[in-house]
Nanobody, 123 residues
């Protein structure tokens, strides 16, 4: 059974930093690309960042490029999102998401996501 467990969210001031983590269970983590997606209050889900199964390539949505960095540790079945220079518009619930198919080299869609962790950017 696939399970994704996020942690690391919280309240941070504008300009601050947070590091999110996601531990994966129930599938061959090292075979799947992974993403972070987010949902701001009153809005739909938005894709944020993607990393290939081996971690050799990443991609980020334009609003977070240069500020967010996605990474993974396949030995620990763990996905990370380093968020710097946070803005109020980054306020959202952040979810990690498993690619629908293995060994893809770019984000297309996902089939599972976790319960999410709340990130609030406010002074």
């Amino acid at each position: 059974q696939v399970q994704l467990v996020e942690s690391g969210g919280g309240l941070v001031q504008p300009g601050g930093s947070l590091r999110l983590s996601c531990v994966a269970f129930g599938f061959m983590f090292e075979n799947y690309g992974m993403s972070w997606v987010r949902q701001a209050p009153g809005k739909g889900l938005e894709w944020v960042s993607f990393i290939t199964f081996g971690g050799g390539a990443t991609d980020h949505a334009d609003p977070v490029k240069g500020r967010f960095t996605i990474s993974r540790d396949n030995a620990k079945n763990t996905l990370y999102l380093e968020m710097n220079s946070l803005k109020p518009e980054d306020t959202a619930v952040y979810y990690c998401a498993k690619d629908r198919s293995p060994f893809r080299d770019r984000y297309e869609d996902y089939d599972y996501r976790g319960q999410g962790t709340q990130v609030t950017v406010s002074s």
